[in-house]
Structures are given as C-alpha cells and as structure tokens.
C-alpha cells in the first residue's frame, strides 16, 4: 500500500531551521513528482515546493527553502531556513505521478507534520 510519512517537525524560534523528510512507502519516488504543503489554521492549504520535471518553489520560501530527494532512502527533505512567524503550519507532502507543481491536485498525501515559529 502506498504510504507517505512527514516528520521533522517541531517548535522553532524565528531565524532557526528545520528539515522535514517525507518517507515513501508502496512505490519507488524515482518518477513520482513529490509536493510539500502547507496549511495555517483558517486558511487554505498551499504549495510551498515540487520536485518533479521541474522544481518550483512558492515566492514566499524562495531563497529559504530548499526540496531534495534522496532515491535510495526513497525520501524527499525540505530543508527550511530563516523561518518566520508566518512559516507556522502543519506541512504535509504529496505524491503523484503527474507533475502538478505547487498545485493541490496530487493523489496521495501524508498525514503532515506540525512546524510553529515562536519565540
């Protein structure tokens, strides 16, 4: 069975970082496009970063984020650096065999991983 696990979570002061991994299970990530999302508490979910044919990330984490994938871990990281207050969500990874970009439209997700920003 296809299955997608997120940790790395946790409680960050604002400037700190944090990797989140997101472990695949039931398939091989090689040819799979892997999303990382977000969602804050009253607002919609939202792409952060993909790693499929192309690599895309949302305008408010480039130069702070980073998407890789290590094949034979079958795992993909989002390294995250100079959080913010406003970087405060749950984060959940998605796959699909199609590449969406920061779209909502994958097929599989994980369960999420909560990452707050305080001081």
């Known amino acids: 069975q296809l299955q997608l696990v997120e940790s790395g979570g946790g409680l960050v002061q604002p400037g700190g970082s944090l990797r989140l991994s997101c472990a695949a299970s039931?398939?091989?990530?090689?040819?799979?496009?892997i999303g990382w999302f977000r969602q804050a508490p009253g607002k919609e979910r939202e792409g952060v970063s993909s790693s499929g044919v192309s690599t895309n990330y949302a305008d408010s984490v480039k130069g702070r984020f980073t998407i890789s994938r290590d094949n034979a871990k079958n795992t993909v990281y989002l390294q995250m650096n100079s959080l913010k207050p406003e970087d405060t969500a749950i984060y959940y990874c998605?796959?699909?065999?199609?590449?969406?970009?920061?779209?909502?439209?994958?097929?599989?997700w994980g369960q999420g991983t909560q990452v707050t920003v305080s001081s």
């Open positions: 998605a796959a699909s065999p199609n590449d969406y970009g920061l779209d909502v439209r994958y097929d599989y």
């Open positions: 039931g398939f091989t990530l090689d040819y799979w496009t």
